[in-house]
Nanobody, 125 residues
Framework: QVQLVESGGGLVQPGGSLRLSCAAS????????VGWFRQASGKERVGVAS????????TYADSVKGRFTISRDNLANTVSLAMVSLRPEDAAIYSC??????????????????WGHGTPVTVSS
């Protein structure tokens, strides 16, 4: 059974940095497309970044390009999201998700199968 566990969230000041991690059990992440999504209070879940299976081709939402970096550690079986220059509007619950299917839109949450419970990110002074 696939299980995903996110970690690394917390409180950070505007302009600060965080590194989120998504650890998997029951599956090898390098065989899957992995996405990071976020859901702010009262808003819909949106895609932030995605990494394609095997070739590790990244996709980023325009709002995070140049600030967020998604990467994979095959030995540790984790996918990380490094976030710098954080803004108050980045505050949300961040979740990772996986899919084994070929997908059309890497940032569309409806195309993903398995989800972690999320980790909260608060950006405030």
């Amino acid at each position: 059974q696939v299980q995903l566990v996110e970690s690394g969230g917390g409180l950070v000041q505007p302009g600060g940095s965080l590194r989120l991690s998504c650890a998997a059990s029951g599956v090898s992440l390098h065989t899957l497309t992995v996405g990071w999504f976020r859901q702010a209070s009262g808003k819909e879940r949106v895609g932030v970044a995605s990494l394609s299976s095997y070739e590790d081709i990244p996709t980023y939402a325009d709002s995070v390009k140049g600030r967020f970096t998604i990467s994979r550690d095959n030995l540790a079986n984790t996918v990380s999201l490094a976030m710098v220059s954080l803004r108050p509007e980045d505050a949300a619950i961040y979740s990772c998700s996986t899919t084994s299917w070929s997908i059309m839109d890497p940032l569309n949450p409806t195309e993903y199968d398995h989800w972690g419970h999320g980790t909260p990110v608060t950006v405030s002074s």
